[in-house]
């Protein structure tokens, strides 16, 4: 059973920074981590799910939502079954729950920023921006 789970959220200040990590388990030997995109989303209270950012399965593509470019890095080690979302000079309308997702289909050529382009989430982890 394919499972991801988040980590690293928590209570930051406006203008600092914050690590998330999402690691995944249960992936076959025919297709590991290292086949998928992943892609982080987040949510915040009465709205949809927003897309945040995406890495190719090889890691040398990114995607980043305008509403975070400049202010985020994602990355991912795929020795660890891990994908990674740094954010700085954060920002109270960054505070949502966020999520990392696997895509549907191994060895995409694109990243997505849909999500019903994924199959797999997280329990997602709560950011909490303060002003």
């Known amino acids: 059973q394919v499972q991801l789970v988040e980590s690293g959220g928590g209570l930051v200040e406006a203008g600092g920074s914050l690590r998330l990590a999402c690691t995944t388990s249960?992936?076959?030997?025919?297709?590991?981590?290292?086949?998928?995109?992943m892609g982080w989303f987040r949510q915040a209270p009465g709205k949809g799910r927003e897309f945040v950012s995406a890495?190719?399965?090889?890691?040398?593509?990114?995607d980043y939502a305008d509403s975070v470019q400049g202010r985020a890095t994602i990355s991912r080690d795929n020795s660890e079954n891990t994908v990674y979302l740094e954010m700085y000079a954060m920002k109270p309308e960054d505070t949502a729950v966020y999520y990392c997702?696997?895509?549907?289909?191994?060895?995409?050529?694109?990243?997505?920023?849909?999500?019903?382009?994924?199959?797999?989430w997280g329990q997602g982890t709560q950011v909490t921006v303060s002003s």
């Open positions: 997702a696997l895509d549907s289909f191994a060895l995409r050529a694109t990243t997505s920023s849909i999500p019903t382009d994924y199959t797999y």
């Open positions: 249960g992936l076959t030997s025919a297709r590991t981590f290292s086949h998928y995109n």
């Open positions: 890495i190719a399965w090889h890691g040398s593509s990114e």
